[in-house]
Antibody, heavy 118, light 110 residues
Framework: QVQLVQSGAEVKKPGASVKVSCKASGYTFVYYTMHWVRQAPGQRLEWMGWLNPGNGNTKYSQQFQGRVTITRDASATTAYMELRSLTSGDTAVYYC???????????WGQGTLVSVSS | QSALTQPASVSGSPGQSITISCAGTRSDIGGYDYVSWYQQHPGKAPKLMIYEVSNRPSGVSSRFSGSKSGNTASLTISGLQADDEADYYCSSYSDNSAYVFGTGTKVTVL
């Protein structure tokens, strides 16, 4: 069965960076785009960007452009999301989600809580 | 991009039907048939309920249906059940290969 398993919760200081991993299994990693979505406490879902695991191409939301980088290690079927220059406003649960192109996000990771506090 | 606009809350009694709207623009909902809907229970990851405007993934109840007219998409839940109580989000593909989510709707079963 399809599984996306994310790395554990993180606590960071303002100005620091965080890198969250998403290990995929149960399907051919390079055949599906991988997206990152975040959700601040009590707030809506926010799309951050996507990665084509086959060629490494990425597209980022304008809101996070310049501050986020999504990468992958295809041999390890793992995607990564790095967010830099963290502020308290980045405190959120970060999800990875798989997508058969334009057919919605059909499988999600369990979420990784990133807390930013001085 | 700006978030798609959804009503903050919708409620209905068991067995009734409810409809959640999702308003966008020509740059997203109106320009593409790539609207999807997600159900999210508290503390859980979202679950895909509808993709490509009106298609249901395997395993999703036929009580859930989707449609689109112009720049607005809709999700209808018929035969409302207690377990349908959750937050619902729409999402759309948009210009420049990006995606956008809606503001979210809390569904309450009375």
């Amino acid at each position: 069965q399809v599984q996306l398993v994310q790395s554990g919760a993180e606590v960071k200081k303002p100005g620091a960076s965080v890198k969250v991993s998403c290990k995929a299994s149960g399907y051919t990693f390079v055949y599906y785009t991988m997206h990152w979505v975040r959700q601040a406490p009590g707030q809506r879902l926010e799309w951050m960007g996507w990665l084509n695991p086959g060629n490494g191409n990425t597209k980022y939301s304008q809101q996070f452009q310049g501050r986020v980088t999504i990468t992958r290690d295809a041999s390890a079927t793992t995607a990564y999301m790095e967010l830099r220059s963290l502020t308290s406003g980045d405190t959120a649960v970060y999800y990875c989600a798989r997508s058969p192109i334009n057919r919605g996000f059909d499988s999600w990771g369990q979420g990784t809580l990133v807390s930013v506090s001085s | 991009q700006s978030a798609l606009t959804q009503p903050a809350s919708v409620s209905g009694s068991p067995g009734q039907s409810i409809t959640i709207s999702c308003a966008g623009t020509r740059s997203d909902i109106g320009g593409y048939d790539y609207v999807s809907w997600y159900q999210q229970h508290p503390g859980k990851a979202p679950k895909l309920m509808i993709y490509e405007v009106s298609n249901r993934p395997s395993g999703v109840s036929s009580r859930f249906s989707g449609s689109k007219s112009g720049n607005t998409a809709s999700l209808t839940i018929s035969g409302l059940q207690a377990d349908d109580e959750a937050d619902y989000y729409c999402s759309s593909y948009s210009d420049n290969s990006a995606y956008v989510f809606g503001t979210g709707t809390k569904v309450t079963v009375l």
